[in-house]
T-cell receptor, first 114, second 110 residues
Framework: DAGVIQSPRHEVTEMGQEVTLRCKPI?????LFWYRQTMMRGLELLIY????????DSGMPEDRFSAKMPNASFSTLKIQPSEPRDSAVYFC????????????FGSGTRLTVV | DAKTTQPTSMDCAEGRAANLPCNHS???????VYWYRQIHSQGPQYIIH???NNETNEMASLIITEDRKSSTLILPHATLRDTAVYYC???????????FGPGTSLSVIP
């Protein structure tokens, strides 16, 4: 298994532009989580899905952030418009509701908004 | 959600056992204790979890006190590759939302 796959690995964009981050969870995993990590705030849970349905989006910082999971093998996190304070590493993770092995995280997307 | 207390940082000599403590005095009866670690520039990695009994796998051992108010993660023979931030997290299920605290920054010294 290739694990959780995130793309792109690095993204540099100008303030005001739309940014889309992508995640492919492990096949068979039915829970998916988006996290953001900064030096100041650590790892923050933004939103999570069970069986493609958003369960808790209370961590999404503003309306500029949106996430979708159109099917079990793909999720996106979109920022529109982006701002410099959105610069962070964004992680996606997945887990299997039937197992107790913890989450599997992707390698992250490092976003820089200039 | 149960809160945890971990040392901010710890050092360990290479080849020695690293013992990382965690206090989780408000853990509920159906919450497991999960441990993750994050090596610099990588995503967090699941290590081990337990409910009441001590657990061991190829990465580490987990010792949970009888009252379940604290636990210790043991890396039996620490290597330089074990330098990372270690997070102790009470969690009901594998798909429960996981809230990361600041964790313990472990430095393994040659």
């Amino acid at each position: 298994d290739a694990g959780v796959i995130q793309s792109p690995r690095h993204e540099v964009t100008e303030m005001g532009q739309e940014v889309t981050l992508r995640c492919k969870p492990i096949s068979g995993h039915n829970s998916l989580f988006w996290y953001r990590q900064t030096m100041m705030r650590g790892l923050e849970l933004l939103i999570y899905f069970n069986n493609n349905v958003p369960i808790d989006d209370s961590g999404m910082p503003e309306d500029r952030f949106s996430a979708k999971m159109p099917n079990a093998s793909f999720s996106t996190l979109k920022i529109q418009p982006s701002e410099p304070r959105d610069s962070a590493v964004y992680f996606c993770a997945s887990s299997d509701r039937g197992q107790f092995g913890g989450y599997t995280f992707g390698s992250g997307t490092r976003l820089t908004v200039v | 959600d149960a809160k945890t207390t971990q040392p901010t940082s710890m050092d360990c000599a290479e080849g020695r056992a690293a013992n990382l403590p965690c206090n989780h005095s408000t853990i509920s009866g159906n919450e497991y204790v999960y441990w993750y670690r994050q090596i610099h520039s990588q995503g967090p990695q699941y290590i081990i979890h337990g409910l009441k009994n001590n657990e061991t796998n190829e990465m580490a051992s987990l010792i949970i006190t009888e009252d379940r108010k604290s636990s210790t993660l043991i890396l039996p023979h620490a290597t330089l590759r074990d330098t990372a931030v270690y997070y102790c997290i009470p969690q009901e299920t594998s798909y429960d939302k996981v809230i990361f605290g600041p964790g313990t920054s472990l430095s393994v010294i040659p």
